[in-house]
């Protein structure tokens, strides 16, 4: 099965990182605190359709290389960064609030 690098990212990120523990929604992080350029092996691996990759980008709107932040955790957290992501901000304005 082909992913895309989008969807990839998304199947990545259904699981927490055993690696480098980040939670699930989140984006890996390297030692020095940034979002990392590539998901984690340990990660990745964990989805079947990703376990023959070499290796797994982290999209640019994760924004690797800079400061990871938790922030993507809570599913109606996941909902609004998909729904930003298609342009719907809008509609999930205050749903995800207190984050
Ligand atoms: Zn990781």
Redesign the pocket.
Known sequence: MELTLDRAADAAERHP?P??E?PAGSA??TRSGKV?AK??TA?FILVPALREELGVAVPADRGPGTPWKRGRTCNGTVSYVKAVRRGQAGVLRGAAGGG
Request: charged share 30%.
């Open positions: 990182c690696k480098c980040a890996c992080r990392a998901y984690h990660r």
